[in-house]
């Protein structure tokens, strides 16, 4: 009798600690995107355990109110498939990393005071006091705004109107912009020189998963970046929630 209680436990020991060594990995896991977003709220979900190499076959995530290189996105939403981290030893560490995935489907919103703080975090916050007063609205077709730049010994008020785009697949940029000076004879490339101080106006380079944006969907007082498709919650799943 001793020996086949002895037997029982020691299959339950393998059948329960690699799910909670599993279940431990994927905390590891969001912890760091945690850290490294601070967002509100976060939403993980897995399809299945990953392998011992850190391959997953399906992941969903949805973060609200996060932070990339002190721009702040009301959300973001990733769904990906077929990927591909480092080795999930090391996630405890705080060494995560998404080396690959076969598909990458994401959505992003911000609204036009995030944009407006990035300006200034651009301008003001690198010591270039140029730019003052900046202000940009959204709307359905445009961005438009204006701000006041210093040249010289004036202070000119420009007024931007512009189409937007993605460049390199994680950058939002002005597209053709059009800028007028009131009521002062100032020469071309001064408007073009004080724009390029606030391009771009989003920059995810330093975003840590294999992204690449595709679309810009403008709304009043908010702009959403997406890729072509947009991502969909996933169904079932195993899920790991934080927030704050």
């Not at 976060?42 to 990339?68: C, E, H, Q, R, W």
């Not at 709307?139 to 701000?147: D, F, H, I, M, Y």
């Not at 969907?217 to 919650?233: C, F, H, M, N, V």
Request: aromatic share 10%.
């Amino acid at each position: 009798m001793r020996k086949i209680k002895l037997f029982i436990f020691a299959v339950m020991l393998l059948v329960i600690c690699p799910c909670l060594s599993f279940a431990d990995e994927v905390n590891d896991l969001l912890n760091f995107y945690v850290k490294k977003f601070n967002p509100e709220k976060a939403l993980l979900v897995i399809s299945d355990k990953p392998d011992k190499t850190g391959l997953f076959n399906d992941i969903y995530m949805d973060l609200k109110g996060i932070v990339i290189d002190k721009l702040r996105l009301n959300s973001l939403t990733v769904r990906m498939r077929g990927v591909q981290f480092n080795e999930p030893s090391q996630w405890a560490k705080g060494n995560v990393e998404c080396k690959d995935a076969i598909s990458v489907l994401a959505n992003a919103t911000l609204f036009e005071s995030d944009i407006n703080k990035s300006i200034e975090d651009k301008t003001f916050g690198k010591g270039d006091g140029r730019w003052h007063d900046m202000s940009m609205k959204i709307n359905p077709k445009t961005l438009s705004g204006s701000g006041y730049y210093k040249y010289g010994f004036l202070d000119i008020r420009i007024d931007i109107d512009s189409k937007l785009k993605i460049v390199k697949g994680k950058e939002l940029w002005l597209d053709e912009p059009v800028a007028k000076v009131n009521k002062l004879d100032v020469p071309d490339y001064v408007t073009k020189k004080a724009l390029t101080k606030i391009q771009p106006l989003v920059d995810l380079r330093k975003f840590p998963l294999p992204l690449t944006l595709h679309k810009v969907e403008l709304k009043q007082g908010s702009a959403s970046l997406s890729t072509r498709t947009l991502p969909k919650a996933m169904t079932g799943g195993i899920k790991y929630n934080y927030s704050k």
